[in-house]
């Protein structure tokens, strides 16, 4: 069965450095992969996803993942964080467009100013 | 107006009470699920629904059931409510024609005293 491995608990930078969240899954086969962001009293939000093709996928909010299917791995990055970034971040694994993901058990995001 | 609804966002409820949270959706998806969320654990899965005539048990249903009233519609009930079921419920939808990431509702935050 597949399954998904979010190894931050949390994680603090500082407003305008650089981000990186790791997600590591667990399938045979090439998983459709996702990435929520849930904001504070929020329902989860759709920050990106990847299917197939090209393995670095642009998101929204300037966000960007990339697919490494040596290492299982859809990582999510960002440039620069803004203290709005703050929040809770869930990766997500699907077998096929047919079937229902399994979620991360996230990673909370705090930025200093 | 939100593509999904959930009422309501908020109930306080007493140990053995029956209650029930409705979830609706304006966005023409078939597919529809219940997530509950707690702190530390990410959501799991308690049921889900492929269509009207289709209900699926997810990782943690007992204690829980479902109803798919309408495609637009799928309501979870507690039949006899119990304090380890405080948590906050998300309703999500999905639909099988296009790219198959979930879409969801605000929350409904419930606690059992």
């Known amino acids: 069965a597949q399954s998904v491995t979010q190894p931050d608990i949390h994680i603090t930078v500082s407003e305008g450095a650089s981000l990186e969240l790791r997600c590591n899954y667990s399938?045979?086969?090439?998983?459709?992969l996702f990435w929520y962001v849930q904001s504070p009293g929020q329902g989860l939000q759709l920050l990106l996803k990847?299917?197939?093709?090209?393995?670095l996928v642009q998101g929204i909010k300037g966000f960007e993942a990339e697919f490494k299917r040596s290492q299982s791995s859809f990582n999510l990055r960002k440039p620069s964080v803004h203290w709005s970034d703050a929040a809770e971040y869930f990766c997500a694994v699907g077998v096929n467009r047919d079937d229902k993901i399994i979620f991360g058990k996230g990673t909370r995001l705090h930025i200093l100013p | 107006d939100a593509d999904v609804t959930q009422t309501p966002r908020n109930r306080i409820t007493k140990t053995g009470k029956r209650i029930m949270l409705e979830c609706s959706q304006t966005?023409?998806?078939?597919?529809m699920y219940w997530y509950r969320q707690d702190p530390g654990l990410g959501l799991r899965l308690i049921y889900y629904?492929?269509?009207?005539?289709?209900?699926n048990k997810g990782e943690i249903s007992d204690g829980y059931s479902v109803s798919r009233q309408a495609q637009a519609k799928f309501s979870l009930s507690l039949e006899s409510a119990i304090p380890n079921q405080t948590a906050l419920y998300f309703c999500?939808?999905?639909?099988?024609?296009?790219?198959?990431?979930?879409?969801f509702g605000p929350g409904t935050r419930l606690t059992v005293t």
């Open positions: 629904s492929f269509d009207v005539k289709d209900i």
């Open positions: 399938y045979g086969a090439t998983p459709y």
């Open positions: 990847y299917f197939s093709g090209d393995t």
């Open positions: 966005k023409g998806h078939d597919r």
């Open positions: 999500a939808t999905s639909d099988t024609r296009t790219s198959g990431e979930q879409y």
